[in-house]
């Protein structure tokens, strides 16, 4: 990759019930907490202060997850599937 290349990879594309989507999504979701949860204790630990950064995501992150498993909880009440579209963008700066 070289300066100024994006790359662009779709990691989820298909059809799920409301349980399969619900154990993709948050896992990958609770995966990006746990990761900004050992930044947060590792800052406190090695410069006696939290990163601002990890504190704001963990808490974006963390409102994330519980509305989206409010919307599971609503496409299984409903019985519907579901569509999901993931594409992550990587950047060379």
Same mark, same amino acid.
């Given at each position: 990759?070289?300066?100024?290349? /994006? %790359?662009? =990879?779709? @990691?989820?594309? $298909? /059809? !799920?019930?409301?349980?399969? +989507?619900? %154990?993709?999504? @948050?896992?990958?979701?609770?995966?990006? =907490?746990?990761? &900004?949860?050992?930044?947060? &204790?590792?800052? %406190?630990?090695? !410069? $006696?202060?939290?990163?601002? &950064?990890? *504190?704001?995501? @963990?808490? *974006?992150?963390?409102?994330? &997850?519980?509305?989206?498993? %409010?919307? !599971? +909880?609503? +496409?299984?009440?409903?019985?519907?599937? @579901?569509?999901?579209? $993931?594409?992550?963008? =990587?950047?060379?700066?």
């Amino acid at each position: 990759m070289t300066k100024d290349n /994006t %790359q662009r =990879i779709q @990691l989820i594309s $298909g /059809t !799920f019930a409301p349980s399969e +989507a619900k %154990q993709v999504l @948050l896992d990958l979701v609770s995966s990006k =907490i746990r990761y &900004h949860e050992i930044q947060l &204790h590792s800052n %406190q630990e090695r !410069f $006696g202060h939290e990163a601002g &950064h990890s *504190e704001n995501r @963990l808490a *974006e992150l963390k409102q994330i &997850h519980e509305s989206m498993k %409010q919307l !599971f +909880a609503s +496409a299984e009440k409903s019985g519907v599937q @579901l569509r999901v579209n $993931g594409w992550i963008e =990587i950047e060379s700066l």
